[in-house]
T-cell receptor, first 109, second 118 residues
């Protein structure tokens, strides 16, 4: 079966760095997405990786290892507004999105 | 820009009642989707549409119907609501089709509808 695993909840300190991991098992693979979702709001797109390696966008970076079925989202210089859920989604061979349950990130001052 | 607009934001139904959720997008996107989001689970696709006048079933279509009479609108209907349909519903749109190689990877989501069925 197809499956996405990510931690349910993580806590980090303002100004610090946090890494949110995601492992996936899909029938084929056509890319890995990260979305941010603040409580009570809609998910918003953060990143898309289809090749191995690190993609950096300001304070956020996303890494992919296709051979390991693994991705992580790295958030630097954490701010209180980064408190949100982070959703990992993998696209399978039929270009269907398989979504993880999300990681709730709590930022403490 | 309005983007993707969903109405209503909240709704409470009794078991057996019917309702329609409306989604409108102003980005001229071909593809539109309805998802449900439940605690502890990933987003699950209910139905989707790859263009005006077309609809297709997603992962969890039972108990729902959809219509796409106009390109900008995608309606989700519940004919006879059940408590198991208590959820947060999100509409989304994109310029690519799930099932074809994406040319634009992003999904744009509406703000969601919290539905409770008693």
């Amino acid at each position: 079966g197809q499956n996405i695993d990510q931690p349910t909840e993580m806590t980090a300190t303002e100004g610090a760095i946090v890494q949110i991991n995601c492992t996936y098992q899909t029938s084929g693979f056509n890319g890995l997405f990260w979305y941010q979702q603040h409580a009570g709001e809609a998910p918003t797109f953060l990143s898309y990786n289809v090749l191995d390696g690190l993609e950096e966008k300001g304070r956020f970076s996303s890494f992919l290892s296709r051979s390991k079925g693994y991705s992580y989202l790295l958030l630097k210089e954490l701010q209180m507004k980064d408190s949100a859920s982070y959703l990992c989604a993998a696209m399978d061979s039929n270009y269907q999105l398989i979504w993880g349950a999300g990681t709730k990130l709590i930022i403490k001052p | 820009n309005a983007g993707v607009t969903q109405t209503p934001k909240f709704r409470v139904l009794k078991t057996g009642q019917s309702m329609t959720l409306l989604c409108a997008q102003d980005m001229n996107h071909e593809y539109m989707y309805w998802y449900r989001q439940d605690p502890g689970m990933g987003l699950r696709l209910i139905h989707y549409s790859v263009g005006e006048g077309t609809t297709a079933k997603g992962e969890v279509p039972d108990g729902y119907n959809v219509s796409r009479l106009k390109k900008q609108n995608f309606l989700l209907g519940l004919e006879s609501a059940a408590p198991s349909q208590t959820s947060v519903y999100f509409c989304a749109s994109s310029s690519y089709r799930q099932g074809e190689r994406p040319t634009n990877e992003k999904l744009f989501f509406g703000s969601g509808t919290q539905l409770s069925v008693l």
